[in-house]
């Protein structure tokens, strides 16, 4: 779930005024390239690793369903939090200090979660991970373009973008994946995969240390603010037809690391670990791959896959959970992320189109207050819904909902008239990586 960081003008490039500065590294910037490419797979990762472990906590300290979701929606108000706080704000401090700074927020949540599993702890600790996260995703993909720039002049710009979607995207598959391993085959279900993740992020955290800075850092800095957000006044039904199907594609995303594995658990009758962490890895899977492999495919089409996966997967998941049927469950899963993966790459794609070149940023922003919002809001609905109706019911209303509102938000984007609109060259490029997931 990646937005790139642009609060101000482009400052990675090489500046000879007498009051800017960059800070060496270590190494240059082709390894430091891969560097930052493993400090964003293995934040997302560790981001991922609960997934496969929900059921675990609902068996051993008797948590409801509901309470999964509330644990599971203090990490989107988290990143929430994190964006619109601090993650706009490597371009004035150096992207290599905030990504420390969020990587290592990522490991003291890594030792929380070791030292309790109690629920307070819990909720805390899930929430100090997003916003470790959104200072990670939102500094992370600008590092990788502005390493790959530096070490290939005037290459492609394909190489950071694969790299940052398979970082982001192929993360949350691996930590959801190596999660069920680790529940499955190994003592302490719910310490050892945070113990493995907290050594991971601090061998990370010494890449970054050894990257050099990008970015020209000025000895005089604007005073802050917190990221704004910005919806264009002759647009505003475009852009809330996009927040809507982007709400719909995260509220999907979120069913597979949240209450996804409790189905599995429970109406499918797989206790496996490792099955409920192959489930999640083969939609983000599904997801890494439709991005990487559909780079440049116009908007339109990108919209009308999404529109057409998203729903069938969601609607095969529910007839899966329904009939208990685990191979239908999981190839379910792959359509539904490939069609989410779609059709939010779309939704970024056609919010860039609307806003002018120096307040795109801020719709963006707008744009991602809907994502983190699908990811908590519609779960959480599941939640309290499970409260008065069975689960396999209140999955139907889900779907439900989130179909209504794909179906709605596309239908207005798919209008030739709203997709004719694209953004310049050259800001396109710019704010292409926020695309991944």
Sequence with gaps: MTVTSSA??????????????TRAGKVGHGKAFWLIAFAYMIN????????PLWSIYQEQHGFSTFTITVVFASYSIGVIISLFLVGHLSDWHGRRRLLLIGVLTGAVSALMAVTSTALPVLIVTRLVVGFGIGMVTATATAYLIDLHGRA?????????????????????AIGALVGGLLAEYVAGPLRTPYLLFLGLLLVSAIGVVLSPET????RTRPPYRPQRVSVPHAARGTFFAASAATFAAFGAFGLFTSLGPGFIAGTLHEPSRTLAGLAAFMVFGAAAVTQTSLLGVAQRKLLTYGLLLMPL???????????ADLALFLGAGVITGA????????????VLGLAEPESRSETLAGLFLAAYSGLALPILGIGVATRFISDKTALIGFTAVLITLCAVGTRRLLSPRHTASA?????????????DI
């Design 8 to 21: 101000g003008p482009d400052r990675s490039q090489p500046s000879h005024g007498a009051h800017r500065h």
């Design 44 to 51: 997302l990762a560790h981001s991922a690793v609960p997934a």
């Design 152 to 172: 290939r002049p005037g290459a492609s710009r394909t190489r950071a973008d694969i790299v940052a979607t398979v970082a982001n995207v192929g993360g949350l």
């Design 215 to 218: 970015v020209e850092l000025s």
């Design 313 to 323: 997967g969601l609607i095969a998941v529910t007839a899966a959970v329904w009939q």
């Design 339 to 350: 069609g989410a993966g779609l059709l939010f790459k779309g939704s970024v794609s056609t």
């Design 423 to 435: 953004a310049l060259p050259s800001t396109q490029a710019r704010y292409e990586s926020a695309t």
